[in-house]
């Protein structure tokens, strides 16, 4: 039988993770992948290296490096939307 509730862990983490991301500062998005980098290379070091453990890392720094890079896009189109509705009001309001 798999192990269903390490899945349920790790979905819920990736969606609390992808929550915050969105909310907190830039940086914050940083710092899981960077954490997971350095737990990987020391389980690495400490067990030995191995061709799934090197499989495990890549993929892991993928998914959360995603979840950041996504998460900024958004934030930034966010943002240029803003920008955007502002400066027509600006030109809308300006006397002729």
């Known amino acids: ?3 269903f509730k ?3 862990y790790a979905l819920l983490f990736v ?5 915050l991301d969105r909310y ?3 940086w914050f998005g940083a710092i899981p992948g960077t954490v997971y980098l350095l737990f990987i290379l020391y389980k690495m070091f400490t067990q030995g ?3 799934p453990m090197f ?5 892991g720094e993928v998914i ?4 950041w890079f996504e998460a ?3 934030r930034n189109k966010k943002a240029q939307k803003k920008l955007e509705k502002m400066k027509a009001k600006d030109i809308s309001n300006k006397p002729l």
């Open 15 to 19: 969606i609390v993770l992808h929550i």
């Open 55 to 59: 499989v495990v890392l890549i993929g």
């Open 64 to 67: 959360l490096n995603g979840i």
């Open 49 to 51: 290296f191995t061709l």
């Open 6 to 8: 390490g899945y349920l």
């Open 1 to 3: 039988m798999l192990d």
């Open 24 to 26: 907190l500062p830039k």
């Open 72 to 74: 900024n896009e958004s």
